[in-house]
């Protein structure tokens, strides 16, 4: 079993829909949570960060934590064709002093205009 | 610009040659981190350093492979020896000590193809 999984698409959904990514991790004391966007040929631009349960909102996007499950998602409303990207899980694992982050293989994004 | 930066943008050497990346983090930021991306997956942690300090490296990094941060300032990444399966992203990130510690930001990568 991977650390992080996520569904790798591609999540095709209408501009204007919301887009709804997840992510599932195993390591249950996992401590720091984070979305990171990534187009294609370049780096990932980090979205959202979130370290507690519930849910975190910065402009058209929101990211849910739910520990118990052990998973987390992100929310992103009023889609645009400039969201068309690969999104990354990425999670920091417990204990973990070099806060290295563990990826998932990512998920593809399509906003058809 | 006062992001995270990496030279050479991109690579291409021929087997056996060896090649060397630099990175040059945030500055104020005393957190390094090197790692590797292939196609379609997600980027795998390579090694980390605290200032000048590596306090970390994954098994991934294999006895070709080297990083120094003199200083704790820049950081470079040597690859001896290069084979094709070295062909990839190579990312730097940085990280504050203090304040968000655990966000990390990347630099655009240097892609290496070896051929």
């Known amino acids: 079993q991977k650390e992080v999984e996520q569904n790798s698409g591609p999540l095709s959904v209408p501009e204007g829909a919301i887009a709804s990514l997840n992510c599932t991790y195993s390591?249950?004391?996992?401590?720091?949570f984070f979305w990171y966007r990534q187009y294609s040929g370049k780096s990932p631009e980090l979205i959202m960060s979130?370290?507690?349960?519930g849910d975190k909102e910065d402009g058209r996007f929101t990211a849910q934590l739910n520990k118990a499950s052990q998973y987390v998602s992100l929310l992103i409303r009023d889609s645009q064709p400039s969201d068309s990207a690969t999104y990354l899980c990425?999670?920091?694992?417990?204990?973990?002093?070099?806060?290295?982050?563990?990826f998932g293989s990512g998920t593809r994004l399509l906003v058809r205009p | 610009d006062t992001g995270v930066s990496q030279d050479p943008r991109h690579k291409i050497t021929k087997r056996g040659q060896n090649v060397t990346f630099r990175c040059d983090p945030i500055s104020e930021h005393n957190r390094l981190y090197w790692y590797r991306q292939t196609l379609g997956q997600g980027p795998e942690f390579l090694t980390y350093?605290?200032?000048?300090?590596?306090?970390?490296k994954s098994r991934l990094l294999s006895d070709r492979f080297s990083a120094e941060r003199p200083k704790g300032s820049f950081s470079t990444l040597e690859i001896q020896r290069t084979e094709q399966g070295d062909s990839a992203m190579y990312l730097c990130?940085?990280?504050?000590?203090?304040?968000?510690?655990?966000?990390?930001?990347f630099g655009p990568g240097t892609r290496l193809t070896v051929l």
């Open positions: 350093f605290q200032n000048e300090a590596q306090l970390e």
């Open positions: 990425a999670v920091i694992g417990p204990m973990d002093s070099s806060y290295k982050l563990i």
């Open positions: 979130i370290y507690s349960n």
């Open positions: 390591d249950r004391g996992s401590q720091s």
């Open positions: 990130a940085s990280s504050p000590k203090r304040g968000n510690g655990n966000e990390q930001f």
